[in-house]
């Protein structure tokens, strides 16, 4: 079985930028972002297919954020612009094993909180 270990997250001020990282220990085809904030249900950020040529988006979060990979790498990464006091949470990112198929495949998370 993969697994998917997050770092990056921190603490930074509102307007900041922090970049998250999701290490694979094997191939994944989907991958995503997702996050849980305090009193919060999880939450959907952000995807990218096996490629990295299509990409998917949270309304909250776009043109904010950019979702990215490096297969070489084995390596998902989440850029996260312009932040704000409302995308404090634990962030998690998650894979499929197959096209198509349910995300499987999930880390532990990393911490961000955005002050104001």
């Known amino acids: 079985q993969v697994q998917l270990v997050e770092s990056g997250g921190g603490l930074v001020q509102a307007g900041g930028s922090l970049r998250l990282s999701c290490a694979a220990s094997g191939r994944t085809f989907e991958m995503g972002w997702f996050r849980q904030a305090p009193g919060k249900e999880r939450e959907f950020v952000a995807s990218?297919?096996?490629?990295?040529?299509?990409?998917s988006y949270a309304d909250s979060v776009k043109g904010r954020f950019t979702i990215s990979r490096d297969n070489v790498k084995s390596t998902g990464y989440l850029q996260m612009n312009s932040l704000k006091p409302e995308d404090t949470a634990v962030y998690y990112c998650?894979?499929?094993?197959?096209?198509?198929?349910?995300?499987?495949?999930w880390g532990r998370g990393t911490q961000v909180t955005v002050s104001s």
């Open positions: 998650a894979a499929t094993p197959v096209v198509g198929g349910a995300y499987a495949y």
């Open positions: 990218i297919n096996w490629s990295g040529s299509s990409t």
